[in-house]
């Protein structure tokens, strides 16, 4: 069989594996991230860390639904300079961490951002797009949503920050692409679709009652897959920076059908969640498998297809 190579890039990033492990997933401390990152995948993203820490949303936080899950984590979280003691443990780690960061203003983002940035990462992910956040809260959504305070948040966080800048992107929002076109214009080196669908719900019918401790909580896994690509696919159409497709990937094919709409790498959270970490080399497995039948040398091969 023909050698193929799962190398990619997403800007200055380097990645050996397209797959990239969602944040909150695995990922709140480095024991946990130590052991994804000798699975397969092509880099981590952390747990995304505020200013101060945060409790999060009362439990249960995280509900099993037809071919995927409801969270309402709610940005549960130690901090920035606590879990900066879980970065500096990673030092060894030799595939790329992507620090994922949240805050309620332009501002805020950029202090946290920062600090993130001083830690052993290679990138920050701006989480303007958890939905699990309280009414009359500026976290989340409340920015991603916005496109005015999208760029304002990425032009705060460029002002400081050298390193990579990702925005991660909402699809709880009527046009993706113009959201993604904000962020892009606004200096972004790179976005990643999509952050939770919703709100959902699951009810107890024999409680009477919703399951969720906050009743509301976003949606994940093979459910959103068509919505996310579709997601991933109207953005590329509009930008030039690179997308990291996100939403419902657990297989190979997954992967090729994200690449295809014009992804470049992809994050995957939930099936690593439900299937623990073989999930990623079992999904290298399948990528390659699929390029050595259909002749691709290289993952680039594959980027934007669909689109021609
Ligand atoms: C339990 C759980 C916790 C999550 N926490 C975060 C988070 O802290 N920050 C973030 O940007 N996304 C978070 N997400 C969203 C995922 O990173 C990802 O965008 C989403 O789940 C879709 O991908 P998937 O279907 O592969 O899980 C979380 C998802 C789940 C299921």
Redesign the pocket.
Known sequence: MAAVSLSTSVSKLKLASPVIL????L?LNAGLMKRVASSGVGAI?T??IGLNARKGNPNP??VEVYD??L?S?G?C?PGIEEFKKELDELKGVKIPVIG?V?AGSPKEFSLVAGKMAECNVSAV?L?V??P?VSKGEKFGEAIGKNPKLVAEVVKAVKSKVRKLVIV?LTPNVSDIAEIALSAEKAGADAL?A????GPGMAINIDARKPVLGNKFG?L???A??PL?LACVYKISEKVKIPVIG?????SGRDVVEFLMAGAKAV???????LKNIEVFNRINREIAGFMQKNKFKKIEDMVGLAHR
């Not at 994050?267 to 969640?273: F, K, L, N, P, S």
């Open positions: 969602a944040s909150g997933i990922d993203t747990k995304s936080t995280i995927g899950l969270n984590m940005l979280n994922s949240y992910e989480n797009s958890c699990n991660k990643t999509v952050n939770t669908f976003g994940s896994g093979p959103v897959k996310a996100c939403g419902g990937i657990a994050e995957v959270g939930t099936a690593a969640y």
